[in-house]
């Protein structure tokens, strides 16, 4: 015989007083990630969107709304949902500081909603109202004995015109008192006891606005010396910070500025051996002078690093570190903390291995020591330590090599006491892992884009990107070059390759960066044929750069990142949309603004045009979409190219474009209204 | 400032000791219904298909398997699991018997499938392995030293030899000891103790076979008489048996047998008053001789429906009863309970409405009642007495007009005592709802399928039916026909209509009924055009049937039946599959045999091709999936027609099909090796 399943069984005498009177249903809940195991991520002037699939039985109208506060313990706000079809519901609050927020829905059955939808039905069918008006008229009069004042005096008064509008014949005169909008209004703010659903708690993460938009340059502070005959310092990274700004830039990430490791130490283009002078891999951390909270002599001391900080915060630009958690065999802690090591038979360390591939000069940090609290530790301690060197962003190399534990941990504690730190994940790995990084904490993440590269790629990864469930936790930063990656494109496209990549990078996500000079500079020899690394790579060997190149592209980027910050639809992912062309070398796509909290910034749809051939001009029609442009399909109106100052007429969703690679590969277009037009 | 946001920050020497070493991460675990709010749905000898994705930092390699058991609390068992690719992981596990199954994923790093691997990457690249084969000699040392007896000598040799071949030059031999399977088998049998990673315990809530795979036939026992001169009996029922297991039915539906309401009754064709002879709507369930605890007195006793139950049970039958959760007016509870209505100003009962239509003749019971809790006790004393009677299956009418939670609750108590009882929800409404009635514990669910016709419209609806999430607890139960809908497909498509929608309901789904035996007497004429009620409808009136016209469908009824029970193919729907046909008036589609735990029946997939023109005989090329039909590209195969037992030899993918409703619009095919050909 089968047996009893047990504690599911609960006689109704057991169950909460209004436990059987809660009707309404929500399931489907959003901003949510993993059902609420990790916080969604925000932004703070961002509206949270909401929504929520919320039904009951029957056919009783509901009504729903968003509850929802920062974590310390502020009084709960409320916000409405409205239902847009298919028992959806949707809303948005406001999140205007850092920390985590909490909200939950919460539906009822709307009585007086559900009495006077059915009063318009039955009237609608010529029926008698009179009963119907006796009890809305009773409903109304309970609101009045609840409410006070004014409110009260009107409630009773229109309660008593139900009541005598019911006396007359079929009481066909109650309908105009009940569909008055004062009652409906009234009703609201006087609303009866409900037994209400309620919806777990979810919790947002609010993270400073860079979190969401920020545009990175990256350069290796050894490379910034302005005078060819010795490398550069700190000091010299901050005589580049005006031009960073010019740029218009807002975080500059260095790669690691700590002592190197001489031994195994790896020569120019990756060489197995370095000669006397050659500087080695930033990343083979560590060595005599020190190790992770430690600064190169060569390139100056804590102090210099505290005066740059200082320069960059006056110029709005975060200095953004490098979290590299590996070791050179130099490094104090192979030493001080052998445990932390995996060994060979012979006692000595594994170096870093993927094999059969083996990098000797780097060994990796054991994670499945016993001592892994101790370690964990150590690490959290570096990250505090740049913080009070007044850090506020880090890069993390390689964190799919670590336990996703590890960074679920440090994020939580670093941003517990630090909630303005940014943390980006360079983790270029499987999509579970980055996605599973994206959601214990890591505020932004390197992505696929470098290698997207047709009209098709692009289209199908940014709308995964930017949709749910992704977009609730993943927060995507383009990088069209790296010191790691120069993609092909990059190598065979020349010049209208990198403008088009920069384009593409800046403005289908609002958070994106490139590794300089080498970007502006049109860097594009590789180390060999169907290499992706760089031929002279600064990763291994010093480089002087001349930024007053007149090929630079320093003025494009600068306009560029110009219109970023002028136009709030560049800050934001969720209104991308694609739209079709008739020539698969030609990209369309467009961002609408969200308002800020702070309604700053201007308005109106930003339309993209990119010619992805870099060889020959290329022309199509673009079939737009009025409506993702909210565009009426009978009015002319202006596309106007922020890159050019060119202005078009156009009208409809049909509208011819030809760009031609030589000239410049991409319409950056402000959609304006015709009386815009320059006559 | 932003301030702290608390309790997420922990120190490392606050979490337990092998936290930090745990290394996998297990998500996105299925069968899952809302992350474990309401468990997934099984079936007495199903094997229950689990996946998740699993990975973890770095390179290594990892195993996982599912823990399972029942929840009476027999020892967990185990079952691997397999990656498929992409991080993803798949395995099953059986369930052998009724009520709640746990289960779990817990996931490892395989250390010593990870320095195989390594070792097999450092051989291919030519590296000397001595190191490596001393590091495995140790594994396997280690693993030596966890066994026992012949398994601890065995690798105590094995480990030796490993660590002979490391002291010959480069060590290349010891690739063939480290890859043999034997030592595979021996290191998985003892293996190292390491942090596993665990999921969340999911439940799987596991219903007698007949859940997932049953037959149901609707009559209403007073129209059941051979005597035109009489109205059926119960006892007319029992007569009726044989024909309905002939038929091949293992369920038999009765609208409710309750004593019906005389106040407003509804004559003839839903005439707004009855007269004198005419026996109202069993759906006005209650009178003076009773509610639903009783028996209509002209049905017969209560003793007459327990030997219908007894009956019905040799034949294999179930009695499902209709669990009508409302009144009419003379219903006792009216008197005994008037707080479980709601009442008007004039304190009179409101009738059931959904303005403007009126149901006058039925009280909806008010689940807003401050009693709800008694009123609860008394539905599920009603569902527990006709246990008592040898009921086990119920088909609950307009479930979604009652609280959602009242069901979850109701069905919970009732399967916890009694885990054989199935539960079909008649909900036509929307697909929230239907879907959430399934999630609260609904065994089976009516669906759309009456109203979806062209071969699109069932693609789609079938795909999203027969797949996760949807299939993970919703299980379809599919009618052509009920006595509240006659499609304009039937009235119009004639006897080809009848019998191309019976072969979809029955091919389709695992489960599906008709009502008879207006079905297979191809009652076709509504109330008046454009009406889906059936003219003269039982619901309202006696009915006489002569069961021996010739132009029954009676023996294509029996013929689909049989093929059901013999094909585990049609029993399960996970596996359906739809194939392209270069004519849209026909659908082809395919189901393979999971197959069974108890390895009954025939094995082989069934191809299903209806003709869904009524009128004109259609031709087309099938375009076969082969892959989903198991079936190699090169060799010929035999489609043999389970309808007329015709066989015809088909090869490769595309062969050319006709059907002519005149004659047959549906091939039922089993897809047979050549072999099986009768010359």
Redesign the interface.
Known sequence: M?????P??????D?PKT?????P?I?GVRPTV??GHYPAKGAVGERVAVEA?I?????DELSAHVRFRH??GVPWETAPLEPVG??HWQGEFPVL????HHFCIRAT?DRFGTWL???Q??A??G?DLS?EL??GG?LVGQAAARAKGVDRRRLAELADRLHRTAEVTGGAAGLDVASDPELRELMVRHPDFRPSARSKVYRVDVERARARFSSWYELFPRSASTDPSRPGTLDDVRARLPYVARLGFDVLYLPPVHPIGTTVRKGPNGAAEAGPGDPGSPWAVGAATGGHTDVHPDLGTVADFDRLVEAASAEGIDIALDLAFQCSPDHPWVTDHPDWFRK???GTIRTA????KRYEDIYPLD??TSD???L??AL?DVVEFWIGHGVRAFRVDNP???????WE?LI??V???H??VIMLAEAFT????ME?LAKVGFTQSYTYFTWRTTARELEEYLTELTRSPTADYFRPNFWPNTPDILHASLQNGGRPAFIARFVLAATLAASYGIYGPAFELVEHEPRHPGSEEYLDSEKYQVRHWDLDRPDSLADLVARVNAIRREFPALQQNRTLRFHHVDNDQLLAYSKTSDAGTDGSGRTGPILMVVNLDPEVAQAGTVHLDLDALRLDPSEAFVVHDLLTDARHEWSGADNFVRLDPKILPAHVFHVEPLASRVP
């Open positions: 089968p047996e009893p399943t047990g599911r069984a609960r006689p109704a005498a169950l436990f059987g009177r809660a009707r249903v399931t993993d059902d699939d039904f009951a039985d029957g056919h974590e310390a298919n028992d500081r850092t920390g985590l059955v939808k059915d009063l039905a039955r609608g069918a029926q009963v006796v009890v009773a060979l038979p012979d291995e993927n094999p059969p994670f499945e892994w609290r101790r964990w530790d959290r799919h090599a670590k336990p996703l534990r590890f941990w939580a504690n941003r517990s006491e909630p303005e499987r999509p579970r892992i599973h």
